[in-house]
Structures are given as C-alpha cells and as structure tokens.
C-alpha cells in the first residue's frame, strides 16, 4: 500500500481556515511561478470542482445529520410526553379503580344487611301468620264449640258466625 501525500486543498478542508486554490498555493512558494496559459489547465478546473462537490456534500451531510437529529430529539420529546400523559391516566382509572371496588364493597356489605333484614322479617311474617292462623282457628273452635251448645248466635258486632268461617290467607 502506498502512502500518498494530501493534496493542499485536503490539507485546507480540514482546517478551519479557507479553502486555497491549488495555483494560489504554489504561487506562494519561493522560486515558482505560474505557466504563462491563456487557458487553464483542464486538471484544475476538476479539481476545484471536485473539491467544491465535496464540500457542499460534507455540508450538505452535516446538516442533514443536523435535521435527524433534531428530529430524533423531538420524537424522544414527544415520547416521553406521551409517556407522561399515559402514567396521569393510569393514575386516574386507577384512583377509579379503587373507589369503584370500596364501592363495590359498600354495596355487598349493604346487600348482605338487607337480606338479613329481608330473612328475619320473612321468618317475622311467616310467625305472625302462624299466630293469626292460631287465633283463627282457636276462635273457630270456640264459636263451634259454643253453637253445639247452643246453636247459632250471632257475634260480637252483630255478625252472623258464618263470616268468621271465611279465612283470608
């Protein structure tokens, strides 16, 4: 492998100093000076332009990493706020969340209540049925037994003993 030297224009473009024209550099040698040419030299006209391509290449470059980056940042920026926004609504249906279940709670605890309040007034109800049925029917014995003996009369109020017959469930 051969080891070449920088051209002069590479030695200028990676300083941060101008760009100097190959025929301005060797100009500013001792002893040289420039062919006498009404025309020049077909070699330097491409390399300026080269050089000029590359250059506006490595700018053109420079700044399109630039634009990326900006853009990376910007999404990172947009990420991280999205992931703000979705940490405050998993705050929120959580909070929901929690008082939806003491909710829910409350309301099994309540149910629970009410069907033992519902069950001992039904066990309550069924009782005073039961010792409405008695009497019922312990007066029925009684107005039976009492109309054996003496046959029909009436009862208090008035009433005829038949009406007492009638029981309502």
């Excluded at 030297?5 to 301005?24: G, I, Q, Y």
């Excluded at 506006?56 to 980056?69: D, F, G, H, T």
């Excluded at 990420?79 to 969340?97: I, M, P």
């Amino acid at each position: 492998m051969t080891s070449s030297r920088p051209s002069p224009a590479d030695l200028a473009s990676r300083s941060a100093e101008p760009v100097v024209e190959p025929m301005e550099f060797l100009a500013a040698l001792e002893g040289w000076e420039p062919r006498p040419s009404s025309e020049p030299d077909r070699s330097e006209l491409r390399v300026v332009p080269a050089e000029d391509r590359r250059l506006k290449r490595m700018m053109s470059n420079r700044e399109s990493a630039r634009r990326s980056r900006m853009r990376k940042q910007q999404h990172l920026e947009d990420l991280l706020n999205q992931l703000n926004r979705q940490r405050e609504v998993k705050r929120e249906l959580s909070n929901r969340l929690s008082a939806v279940a003491q909710y829910s709670i409350f309301l099994r605890f309540d149910n629970d209540r009410l069907r033992s309040e519902w069950a001992s007034l039904h066990r309550r109800l069924a009782e005073i049925r039961r010792l409405l049925l008695n009497r019922e029917f312990q007066r029925l014995n009684s107005q039976s037994a009492a109309s054996a003996c003496g046959g029909f009369g009436s009862g208090a109020g008035g009433e005829s003993n038949f009406s007492s017959l009638i029981v309502n469930k």
